[in-house]
């Protein structure tokens, strides 16, 4: 019986595990992710790219209640490998961002256009956009700010 448990739990387990088989990346394009800190032999020669943003924090000043208002930080890649944004998320429903979807080259540059809905605001406001890519750091935060109202 103890037999007869062990070789289910081993054919189980290797059911699982070719599971995991097949063309890693394929569509992905991992390529381009890159972990300096990871346990692949990274030196200083090793290509990455870099987010750099000509300034991470806007503030709005102040906006009437119900009013819709957008920045657009600019950045560039000061890398020397491709650059690709894979999200941006905000602390919350009432501000999105948009970001370019293709990669950007060492050199290139481009806009990530946050915007900020003030309906059912008031008061000062705080949000935050988490920029994720494959640069190192991989998470980036941009901050708005705006006074709604009085």
Do not use: W
């Not at 070789?7 to 890159?34: H, M, P, Q, Y």
């Amino acid at each position: 019986m103890y037999m007869r448990n062990t070789l289910l739990i081993c054919a189980a387990a290797l059911l699982l595990l070719s599971g995991c088989k097949g063309k890693a990346g394929a569509d992905t394009g991992v390529d381009l992710i890159r972990n300096p800190q990871s346990a692949q032999g990274y030196n200083e020669q090793t290509a990455m790219p870099v987010l750099t943003f000509d300034k991470d924090a806007h503030d709005f000043g102040r906006l009437s209640a119900g009013e819709s208002i957008s920045y657009s930080f600019h950045f560039t890649n000061t890398g020397n490998a491709d650059l690709l944004i894979s999200s941006c998320s905000a602390t919350c429903g009432c501000t999105v961002a948009s970001f370019p979807k293709e990669r950007i080259a060492p050199g290139g540059d481009g806009y990530i256009t946050v915007t900020f809905k003030s309906a059912g605001k008031s008061g000062q406001q705080f949000q935050e956009v988490t920029v994720v890519s494959n640069a190192q750091p991989a998470r980036v935060k941009l901050k708005i700010a705006a006074r709604v109202g009085q």
